[in-house]
């Protein structure tokens, strides 16, 4: 080893990594939150997706659902 480092360097690249460390939990909980919205939104998408797709394919042989 030509060199030593110093503190000084051992600091700041520890500091980077926090940061680093940081961003990554901060994205990851972001991520989290969102695929849990879309976990408890699935029932009422899929619902309106098989609405929609029951009106269309009624639509298609002219029946109408009774409203």
């Known amino acids: 080893m030509e060199r030593a480092i110093h503190h000084v360097m051992l600091n700041e690249k520890l500091k980077d990594c926090f940061e680093l460390l940081d961003q990554i939990q901060k994205t990851y909980r ?19 997706f098989y609405e ?13 659902p009774d409203e």
């Open 30 to 48: 972001n991520y989290n939150d969102e695929y849990i919205k879309i976990l408890n939104n699935y029932p009422n998408v899929m619902d309106g």
């Open 52 to 64: 929609e797709f029951e009106v269309a394919s009624l639509g298609v042989f002219k029946r109408f």
